[in-house]
């Protein structure tokens, strides 16, 4: 049963209306990331991989 349920797709969620953005560290004092997450829910939407200011432009 919990296979199933692992299997079906998740809702789609609406747009975030407020956008957060902080950085993290996948290897401490090496490699940056950056996260996105919904202001309202609190939610993460995205992670990019690197914490630019063109790769947040995109």
């Not at 079906?8 to 290897?27: C, N, S």
């Not at 609190?42 to 914490?51: I, K, M």
Request: proline content about 10%; overall charge negative.
């Amino acid at each position: 049963m919990l296979r199933l349920i692992m299997l079906t797709p998740d809702p789609a969620a609406p747009p975030p209306r407020g956008l957060g953005v902080d950085d993290f560290a996948f290897k401490r004092c090496h490699v940056y990331g950056s996260v996105l997450v919904d202001c309202e829910t609190r939610a993460p939407v995205d992670l990019l991989e690197d914490r630019e200011a063109e790769t947040l432009a995109r």
